[in-house]
C-alpha cells in the first residue's frame, strides 16, 4: 500500500483472517488476494481457504485452511475476499481444490466418510458456505467483524432451503457486505440484509498499479473455459476464428484466465490451434503459457482486443480501456449489465466476429478510471471499518444480534421443513386430495424449538466466554 495508507498509525494492529479461492490457480481469485494484501499492508494478515494449498509459485504464500486457525487463534475480523460465492458449495471447492479424480473418490464415500474426511482438513465445525465462514461458530472469534467485500450472492435464491437459510444467516451477521452486481444487490434487498453496491475490487488496479503511456500491441487474447469451448464444439470454435475476418487481421494468442480444474485448459487449446493451422497454415495463432497473475494482467493491458468467458479478463480491459467482448456467462453478464454495458456481451462464438468488429469501433470512454476510483474507495471503507473494530471492539448489541440471526434462521428451518414433510407427504398420497396447510407437524415443530433452544443457549454460551 502507499504511504498514508489505511493501515498506517492504527492504535493496534488488527489481525485478520482472509478468506478466499486462491488455494487454486484461478486469476481472478489470485488478484483477490494480491490487491487485498495491498490494501491491508501493515495489518497482521493470514490469507486462508476452505483446503490448505501451497501456492508460492503463483502467489507467494502457502494457504493454510481457515477452519483450523479459526478454532484455535482469535482475529479482529474475517474478510471474504470477493468472488461469487452465494450459491458455492463445499462439492465444487473440494473439486477445484483437489481434481476430479480424488472429487469422484470423495462422493463415491458414504456420507459419514466424507463428513470425517472434511472434518480432518477443515476442522470440528462443519462448513456451511466455502467461501463465508460463520465466525460466531467458533468461540476465539464470536466478537470478530465480519467483512464480506467484492462478492456475487445472486446464486443464493437456488439454493435448497436449508442451505440458503444456512447462507442467510451467516450474511446476516456480516458487520460489512459490499455485492458487485445488481442482482446480487436485489437478492440481498428481498431478505432485507444490509449491503453496498460496489464495482469489483479488481477495478482498482486502474488507480493502484497505473500502467505508463504504451503503444498498444496488434494481438488479440481469445479466452474460454474447457466448458465453454466443449459447449460449442471444438470444431465449431475453431471454425468462427477460421469465419472471422476480424480475427483474421490479427495475431491471437490463446489465453488462460486459470488452468484449476473446470477452468481452462491448455490442451484443449491445442486442439483449437492445431485445427486453426490445419484449415489455414499462414494464421497467426499461439497459446500464451503465462500463468504469473500480474504477466496475465499485463498481457491484457497491453492487447488490442479481449475476448473471453472470464470476468476479470473484462474488468482488467476495462480498467485499461481495452476493447472487449465477454461469452454468455450468467455472472458476466450480470456484471456487465451493471457497470460495463457499452461493450459487448452475452454472446456466443457465432456472434464473436460481429462483436469483435463493433467493440473496435465503439469511442474509448474513462468508465475504467471511474470504476477503479470507485472500488479503491470501497476497499479504503472497507479496511477503515476493520480499523475501527479492532480499536473500540464490538457493539454492546452484538450478542444480542448474533443470538437474533439464529432465532431467525431456525425459525426460517422450521418453515421450510414443514414444507417439504408436506409436499413427502402429498407426492406419496395414493390419490389427488384437496391439500391441507403447510403446518409443521407438531411433534416435527417440538423437537426444532428444542433443538433451537440448544443452539440458542451455546450462542449464548460461546458469547459470554468471547
Not at 490457480?25 to 490487491?35: A, K, S, T
Not at 480432518?120 to 466455502?130: C, D, K, N, T
Request: glycine fraction near 8%; charge should be neutral.
Amino acid at each position: 500500500m502507499r504511504e498514508g495508507g489505511p493501515a498506517d498509525g492504527l492504535a493496534r494492529v488488527p489481525r485478520i483472517l482472509c478468506v478466499g479461492a486462491y488455494e487454486r490457480d484461478n486469476f481472478g481469485d489470485l488478484l483477490f488476494q494480491l490487491i487485498t494484501a495491498q490494501y491491508l499492508d501493515g495489518a497482521d494478515v493470514v490469507f486462508a481457504a476452505p483446503f490448505s494449498s501451497d501456492m508460492t509459485e503463483l502467489i507467494g504464500i502457502h494457504v493454510p485452511a481457515y477452519g483450523p486457525l479459526l478454532e484455535s487463534e482469535r482475529f479482529d475480523a474475517v474478510w471474504t475476499v470477493g468472488g461469487e460465492v452465494g450459491g458455492v458449495g463445499i462439492d465444487y471447492a473440494y473439486r477445484t481444490k483437489h481434481g476430479d479424480d480424488a472429487h469422484r473418490d470423495f462422493v463415491a464415500k458414504t456420507p459419514d466418510e466424507r463428513r470425517a474426511i472434511l472434518a480432518a482438513e477443515q476442522g470440528a465445525v462443519p462448513v456451511e458456505s466455502p467461501y463465508l465462514p460463520r465466525a460466531s461458530a467458533y468461540a476465539p472469534n464470536v466478537n470478530a467483524a465480519v467483512v464480506v467485500n467484492s462478492v456475487g450472492l445472486a446464486g443464493v435464491r437456488g439454493l435448497p432451503p436449508v442451505r440458503k437459510a444456512g447462507v442467510l444467516g451467516v450474511l446476516r451477521e456480516a458487520t460489512r457486505i459490499a455485492v458487485r452486481d445488481q442482482r446480487s444487490s436485489e437478492a440481498l434487498r428481498d431478505e432485507g440484509i444490509e449491503h453496498r453496491l460496489e464495482p469489483d475490487l479488481v477495478h482498482s488496479i486502474a488507480v493502484t498499479r497505473p500502467l505508463p503511456d504504451r503503444v498498444r500491441g496488434d494481438y488479440v487474447l481469445l479466452q474460454a473455459s474447457a466448458a465453454h469451448v466443449r459447449g460449442y464444439g471444438v470444431d465449431g470454435f475453431a471454425r468462427a476464428i477460421i469465419d472471422s475476418p476480424v480475427l483474421r487481421e490479427h495475431p491471437v494468442r490463446l489465453f488462460t484466465a486459470g488452468t484449476a480444474p473446470g477452468h481452462d485448459s491448455f490442451e484443449v487449446y491445442e486442439r483449437v490451434r492445431d485445427l486453426v493451422r490445419e484449415a489455414d497454415p499462414a494464421r497467426r495463432i499461439e497459446i500464451s503459457r503465462t500463468t504469473d497473475p500480474w504477466a496475465r494482467v499485463d498481457e491484457i493491458a497491453s492487447a488490442k482486443l479481449w475476448i473471453g468467458s472470464s470476468l476479470h479478463g473484462r474488468i482488467i480491459s476495462c480498467a485499461y480501456g481495452v476493447p472487449r467482448v465477454s461469452f454468455a456467462r450468467p455472472k458476466v453478464d450480470d456484471y456487465a449489465r451493471t457497470w460495463d454495458d457499452e461493450m459487448p456481451w452475452g454472446i456466443d462464438h457465432g456472434g464473436m466476429d460481429a462483436a469483435a468488429s463493433r467493440a473496435l469501433e465503439l469511442p474509448a470512454d474513462d468508465r475504467g478510471a471511474d470504476l477503479g476510483k470507485r472500488a479503491h474507495e470501497n476497499a479504503l471503507s472497507a479496511v477503515e471499518h476493520v480499523r475501527e473494530w479492532a480499536a473500540s471492539g464490538p457493539p454492546p448489541d452484538r450478542a444480542e444480534a448474533i443470538i437474533g440471526v439464529r432465532n431467525e434462521q431456525w425459525s426460517r428451518l422450521t418453515i421450510e421443513l414443514a414444507r417439504a414433510d408436506a409436499a413427502r407427504k402429498a407426492a406419496q398420497a395414493p390419490a389427488p386430495a384437496a391439500k391441507p396447510a403447510l403446518t409443521a407437524k407438531p411433534g416435527l415443530a417440538r423437537r426444532l424449538r428444542r433443538r433451537a433452544g440448544r443452539v440458542v443457549r451455546r450462542v449464548r454460551a460461546l458469547l459470554r466466554s468471547g
